[in-house]
């Protein structure tokens, strides 16, 4: 009967502490407006408006958070607020939005699109979550502004003969070939040596008239010229009085033989080219420089050209002459080289790459350059990536100029000390749906696409 009692007593005092503890707070439900309402089930299904299920259930209300109570931590920075949640877009990146949350058919959120990122959207930037940005291995450098020298060309030529020192050997007469002196190709004369005798019947029809005349014919040896008899002829028939048959046909110039349509026996007419001779002591390299490097030359320009036959030599000369016409073809315009040829070994035919200088005491003002791998170019426009911070990305389209040694020189649409993407540009392509935004830049966009608020 005691400890009946104990029990009694306790139960009695465990009731008074129960009332006398004040139940907690409960927070007014009207304080909070609705953001949207889910279903009473769990299930993924959300509607922005009151709702009932099939069998008369409300949905359930879903509130903004409510307040964080006060903490140590430091409040989030402007750049970090991303704003209030606009909608939410299909996370494949597909043009597919919904003003409440909701899932894809594979079973993925909706990814939350936020203020700030509409308006970056409307700037065509693109955002890459800063977890991946590590994993794609990007990389960025800041963006320099240098005075670069004038880097050289690099072309590929061919070697040609000297036009200046191309002579023809020719008879003004007409006659007949009685002896070669020199009776092939690429035999090499001195000049004044003989190359053929010629039997040229006006000619010695007139010596025999001077001879006639008893030496007292001027008007004779003034027709003697006009038919192209050689002043040695001449002078031999002035000095002995004897007329001859032939006259000996002589190299106009030293050189080597580079074309004989003449045989022997063969007719010749008046001004038929009977050997065809060449200077090698120089030789002319064509070089054929593209139509963006043609301002990089000019005459004067110092040439180093190397060439298959000479492996391990190289030649020098100097850019004398730059076509006045490009090829419609290939859009490239010669550059006439000048190399000096002392042992004949240069030939013509010979193919040659060819490193142009720039000319003595060029110089180019400074510019902005970036990596060559920054530059995305479909070969329209050409495009970078700037770095705005928090795995944002803004394409922004430029101007480019020369390229050297791995560098793009950028005339416009930069500024020095941005920061562009110079790695893993084609995952960031990928992963951001870059193609989209791109075209939405280059489309002039000046806004993102208008959505349905929650």
């Known amino acids: 009967m005691k400890q009946h009692s104990l029990f009694a007593g306790a139960s009695l005092l465990a ?30 299904d959300f509607s922005p408006e009151p709702k009932k299920t099939s069998d008369g259930r409300a949905y359930v209300p879903v509130y903004e958070e409510p307040a ?25 990146g597909l043009d597919d939005t919904s003003p409440v949350p ?19 959207a409307a700037q065509g930037v693109v955002t890459v979550a800063p977890g991946r940005l590590q994993m794609l291995g990007v990389r960025t450098v800041a963006v320099e502004s240098r005075t670069a020298p004038v880097r050289g060309v690099h072309a590929s030529g061919t070697l040609v003969f000297d036009e200046r020192t191309l002579s023809v050997a020719v008879s003004r007469s007409e006659g007949w070939v009685e002896r070669l002196d020199v009776a092939s190709t690429g035999e090499t004369v001195r000049q004044g040596q003989a190359l053929a005798e010629i039997y040229a019947p ?33 002078a031999r028939l002035r000095r002995t009085g004897r007329p001859g048959r032939t006259f000996t046909l002589r190299a106009p110039q030293a050189g080597v033989v580079t074309d004989k349509p003449v045989t022997l026996g063969s007719r010749v007419v008046p001004d038929q080219p009977l050997y065809r001779l060449a200077d090698t002591a120089r030789m002319w390299m064509i070089a054929e420089v593209a139509e963006r490097d043609l301002a990089l030359v000019g005459p004067g320009s110092p040439a180093t050209a190397r060439l298959a036959a000479f492996p391990g030599q190289t030649f020098t000369g100097t850019a004398e002459l730059i076509a006045p016409a490009l090829s419609a073809q290939t859009r490239t315009a010669g550059v006439r080289i000048v190399l000096p040829n002392p042992t004949g070994a240069l030939r013509a035919g010979l193919y040659a790459e060819v ?100």
Do not use: C, H
């Open 355 to 454: 490193e142009i200088g720039p000319v003595p005491g060029a110089a180019r003002p400074p510019a902005l350059v970036v990596p060559d791998s920054a530059v995305l170019d479909d070969g329209v426009r050409q495009v970078v990536l700037v770095e705005r911070g928090e795995g944002r990305f803004e394409p922004r389209q430029v101007r480019t100029g020369q390229r050297d040694a791995g560098e793009v020189q950028v005339l416009e649409g930069l500024r020095a000390g941005e920061r562009v993407v110079v790695g893993a540009n084609f995952l960031i392509d990928s992963e951001s749906n870059l193609r989209a935004a791109l075209k939405g830049f280059s489309d002039g966009a000046a806004g993102a696409k208008e959505q349905p608020k929650p």
């Open 202 to 234: 006006d000619i010695a029809a007139t010596e025999r008239e001077y001879a006639l005349a008893g030496g007292l014919g001027g008007a004779v040896l003034s027709r003697l010229r006009a038919l192209g008899a050689p002043e040695e002829e001449i």
């Open 102 to 120: 909701k899932k894809d058919g594979m079973g993925m959120d909706y990814v939350p699109v936020y203020e700030n990122e509409a308006a970056d």
């Open 68 to 92: 964080a109570p006060p903490s140590p931590s430091p409040a989030p920075t402007p750049a970090q607020d991303r704003g209030r949640i606009l909608y939410y877009r299909n996370p494949m």
């Open 15 to 44: 009731f008074a502490i129960a009332i006398s503890v004040p139940p907690p707070p409960v927070q007014a439900a009207e304080a909070r407006a609705p953001i949207y309402w889910q279903d009473p089930d769990g299930k993924p």
